[in-house]
């Protein structure tokens, strides 16, 4: 089993992301060193629980856990206030306390919603995270931020709660549909991009057996877990070191924004970081050969399939909502070198017109 460890801010302590096939058969063994009680409420989605739920919960019984699950719909639309209300009700319900814990059982959805409900119910209980898309063991699971949306836009109220342990099994992966690994994909190549220009010629020279390859695929969602771990460990709360993790997503919000969020969140991040490549051959000095390869890599993956018709404004008008930030412009996380990011604060509107009208059109660079 790999391990990367991961410090509780302000405490002398840190808890433990644990990776490995078949993990979630042996959830009960690498719980039992935090002896939490045996009563254990398991928050999924429908979708999820009905896949995966049953082997799950059975592991945990043989392991001496009575776990109790609630459920929610699967998607975006479970990270309510609503949905947060009803499952404390059903935990009170059900006799949870102060002392109980929440086990997040899902994508990032599942894991944002119960990171949130833990960090408010009786002022805060314990949760693990056990992740089952890759976007989340990658990505969303680790760092510690949990969110709920509001009508008026995505993650508006959220807390900062570390899980106890995050236990990652790759063995999820084999029932997620093509779209989810594309958009965990994403994540996994943005790790590559600022942090591990190692992991880009493998992931490319393996792609095609990637899903297929368990010793790989485990080998890659280490390292780029491990990358979002060591940077959220160096900056806890929103710092200059965490907007690295910015990278492609200043443009693919706005493609997802411009697009009501219905191209999908992998898609958009690629074209964002396609976009970030050609911005940093001309401003931040990236070799072009380098942004080429990069950008080649993004399409080999399938990931610049082309955009819908997107308005060209609607995304400008995401990136600079009001006017002030169109006369200052817009903070950008761009490259010197493929793994070498550099904060460029104020890149002009002006600059990024011609830029967004280009991906629009389906052109990567220049
Ligand atoms: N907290 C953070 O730091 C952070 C970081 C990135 C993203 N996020 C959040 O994560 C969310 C997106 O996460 P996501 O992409 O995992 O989406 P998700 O949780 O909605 O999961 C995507 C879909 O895949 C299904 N699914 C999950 N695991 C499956 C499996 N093993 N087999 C088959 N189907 C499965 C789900 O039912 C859902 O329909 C967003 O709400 C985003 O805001 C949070």
Redesign the pocket.
């Given at each position: 089993m790999r391990e990367i460890l991961l410090p509780l801010p302000g405490r002398d302590q840190s808890y433990r992301i644990c990776l490995s096939p078949g993990l979630r058969l042996r959830l009960g063994q690498i719980l039992a060193p935090l002896k939490l009680p045996p009563r254990l409420f398991v928050v999924s989605?429908?979708?999820?629980a009905r896949?995966?739920g049953g082997p799950v919960l059975q592991a945990l019984v043989r392991d001496g856990y009575a776990p109790d699950l609630l459920t929610v719909s699967?998607?975006?639309r479970?990270?309510t206030w609503a949905v947060v209300q009803r499952l404390a009700r059903e935990l009170l319900a059900r006799g949870a306390h102060r002392g109980s814990t929440l086990l997040a059982l899902?994508?990032?959805?599942?894991?944002?919603?119960t990171?949130f409900l833990a960090s408010i119910f009786m002022r805060g209980i314990a949760f693990i995270q056990v992740?089952?898309?890759?976007?989340?063991m990658v990505?969303?699971?680790?760092?510690?931020?949990?969110?709920i949306?509001l009508p008026q836009g995505?993650?508006l109220l959220?807390t900062f709660h570390q899980p106890r342990l995050v236990a990652v099994d790759p063995q999820?992966?084999?029932?997620?549909?093509a779209v989810?690994r594309l958009?965990?994909l994403a994540?996994v190549l943005k790790a590559g991009f600022i942090r591990d220009p190692d992991l880009l010629p493998r992931l490319a020279s393996g792609r095609f057996r990637l899903f297929r390859d368990e010793g790989e695929l485990t080998e890659i969602i280490h390292r780029a877990a491990a990358i979002?771990a060591e940077i959220?460990a160096a900056d806890e709360r929103e710092g200059d070191r965490r907007r690295i993790l910015n990278f492609g997503h200043t443009l693919g919000h706005g493609l997802e924004q411009a697009s009501n969020f219905r191209l999908p969140?992998?898609r958009a991040v690629a074209w964002g970081m396609a976009g970030a490549l050609d911005l940093s051959v001309q401003l931040a000095g990236l070799p072009p050969a380098e942004a080429r390869w990069g950008g080649r890599l993004l399409e080999d993956f399938g990931l610049l399939r082309p955009l819908p018709p997107l308005d060209p404004e609607a995304v400008l008008g995401a990136l600079a909502r009001d006017k002030k930030r169109r006369e200052e412009g817009v903070v950008f996380i761009l490259l010197r070198h493929l793994g070498e990011p550099v904060i460029q604060e104020e890149v002009p509107v002006s600059r990024l017109a011609p830029l967004v009208s280009r991906l629009l059109a389906g052109k990567p660079s220049k």
């Open positions: 989605d429908r979708r999820v896949l995966h699967p998607g975006e479970a990270k899902g994508g990032g959805v599942v894991g944002d919603l990171g992740p089952t898309t890759l976007l989340a990505d969303a699971a680790i760092g510690g931020k949990t969110a949306n995505k993650n959220g999820f992966l084999h029932t997620l549909p989810e958009n965990g994540e979002k959220v969140h992998g």
